[in-house]
């Protein structure tokens, strides 16, 4: 099993707040296969798996020194995840309603 080395994510995180483009490749390195596979999981093939990563991979960066200091990164990447899909259901079904 992969450990998910939350103390180098909080590091990425203090370096992504700085402008460390090398924080931010190990970021989105370490968090896009795991959001990505759990969006995927939710919603199925297609986009939204993808719209939901970029969603919260931007946020985690938009908010990186809040976060950094969250005690548990995973916890806010899961809730901010779930909060993304949850958005993608509501946007999926206002379309089909349309």
Known sequence: MVSLRLGDS????????????????????RWFPRVF???????GEGGAAQEVCRAVLAAAC????DVASERSVARWMLSRTESEIRKAVARSRADQEA
């Open 10 to 29: 909080r590091a990425d995180l203090r370096g992504i707040a700085l402008a460390q483009a090398d924080a931010f490749d190990r970021f989105f390195d």
């Open 37 to 43: 596979r759990h969006a995927e999981l939710r919603l």
């Open 62 to 65: 938009h908010a990186a020194a």
